[in-house]
């Protein structure tokens, strides 16, 4: 899962030796936010639901938590830690002068497979698929400089943004696909879910998956998901992680002060958004390409800002005895992904308890309160096993036998 380093040489994975527990912390703190935004906006479908205005402060202050900390931010450093842990196995492969394709390729296609059996079977809000798909353009870059590198991020993060936010794009490439607009595929998906139907809920999983990353909004999506894969090549290629980021401070620290000012500039037009007091499309394009841009960006400082407070505070013995708590969820990310799936679908399909929609500060709590519990699990299934069982399975399939678990 994301950001996991193995050796790619010798065909085995990495040791808990070579384990960097910034990492694990980071990917933690990314699951965490992965679980809020998907757990308040999809899976409790509040995105096919007309939700009332907030009528209680723990309520607006739950959606305004989650539209400026959480929404997007979570992903973005989700997708980053996924491109550094494929960073340093095609690193560590061309270092050793030994051939990269076939071991990076069967992760790849066993990451596919698994993610397509997780919308099959429990949720059409997987990134893994997407994942291991843009996962083969990193190879065009293995031999590229970093400038190169960080040139192709920025023109896969603007231009497609730009291209997206001219009103007739996103429409025209809906319908190269697809017959029916959005919200009738949501309806459907919605009516499917509530009702328990397995055959009506997995031909609505397959749309919905479909849909969201191959409709409207790969022109944006894909793109943006290479370029959080480059930015995590060059930080792979100039090991800033190594020993838990200790060599690297100075550039820690600008970074958190330069992302705490891009953040705060993104979070200006952001919050007029939310407070439905600015709608960029009914100022005309030029304004509208200009808010995309400036979200995109922010977004990436907000990102970087957060990486570079976790790195900063795990130099602080108290710190970081406090932040390796959630370390163990983050050694076993895919795992934690499923099992998110699975707790969540079980609450709100027809199939398990079919709860009706949460408010917003009600929402929050219960992702608090089901990470709580996943952190336990770690914690316990770590004391006796290296790996959790979904990675596990994968690390077999890639490596073509059972690996030791205990």
């Known amino acids: 899962m994301p950001g996991t380093l193995e050796c790619v040489g010798d065909l085995t994975p990495v040791s808990s030796r070579e384990r960097v527990a910034t990492l694990d912390v980071l990917r933690g703190f990314a699951l965490l936010g992965v679980l809020l935004a998907?757990?308040?906006?999809?899976f409790s479908f509040r995105f096919a639901i007309h939700e009332p205005p907030d009528d209680r402060i723990a309520d607006a202050a739950a959606r305004w938590f989650m539209a400026l900390v959480v929404r997007g931010r979570a992903q973005a450093l989700l997708t980053f830690l996924f491109g550094f842990g494929f960073a340093v196995q095609l690193l560590r492969a061309r270092d050793r002068g030994q051939p990269v394709l076939p071991i990076y390729l069967r992760r790849l296609l066993a990451l596919f497979a698994i993610g397509w059996l997780h919308v099959v079977l429990l949720s059409w809000l997987d990134v893994t698929w997407g994942y291991a798909l843009i996962g083969m353009f990193l190879l065009a870059f293995v031999r590229a400089s970093d400038r190169t590198r960080l040139i192709a991020a920025a023109a896969l993060t603007i231009i497609p943004a730009v291209i997206y936010a001219i009103p007739e794009v996103g429409p025209a490439v809906h319908a190269?696909?697809?017959?029916?607009?959005?919200?009738?595929?949501?309806?459907?998906f919605a009516a499917a879910a509530r009702s328990g139907d397995r055959i009506a809920i997995l031909r609505a999983h397959?749309?919905?998956?479909?849909?969201w990353t191959l409709g409207s909004n790969a022109v944006w999506y894909l793109p943006w998901m290479l370029a959080r894969f480059l930015l995590g090549l060059v930080v792979g290629a100039r090991r800033w992680f190594d020993r838990d980021g200790a060599d690297h401070l100075a550039a820690f620290r600008t970074l958190l002060v330069a992302g705490a000012l891009g953040t705060v500039i993104g979070w200006?037009?952001?919050a007029l958004v939310v407070a439905h007091q600015f709608d960029p499309a009914?100022?005309?394009?030029?304004v509208a390409v200009a808010a995309t841009?400036?979200?995109?960006?922010a977004l990436l400082a907000q990102v970087a800002m957060y990486v570079?407070?976790?790195?900063?505070l795990m130099q602080r013995p108290g710190w970081r005895r406090a932040l390796l708590v959630i370390a163990p969820v983050g050694r076993m990310p895919l795992t934690t992904y499923l099992m998110q799936s699975l707790i969540c679908t079980s609450l709100f399909y027809g199939w398990g308890l079919a709860w009706s929609t949460p408010p917003p500060a009600a929402c929050v709590g219960l992702g608090l309160a089901i990470f709580a519990v996943q952190i336990a699990f770690a914690h316990a299934w770590l004391r006796w096993f290296r790996f959790g069982p979904a990675e596990w399975l994968w690390r077999s399939i890639v490596y073509w036998r059972p690996q030791p678990m205990r």
């Not at 009914?282 to 030029?286: D, I, V």
């Not at 841009?293 to 960006?297: G, K």
């Not at 570079?308 to 900063?312: D, F, H, I, S, T």
């Open 176 to 188: 190269l696909l697809f017959d029916q607009p959005r919200a009738a595929y949501v309806d459907q």
């Open 308 to 312: 570079a407070a976790v790195v900063l």
């Open 282 to 286: 009914g100022h005309g394009l030029a």
């Open 38 to 42: 998907n757990l308040y906006g999809l």
């Open 268 to 270: 200006v037009p952001e």
């Open 293 to 297: 841009l400036v979200s995109r960006l």
């Open 206 to 211: 397959v749309t919905l998956a479909l849909l």
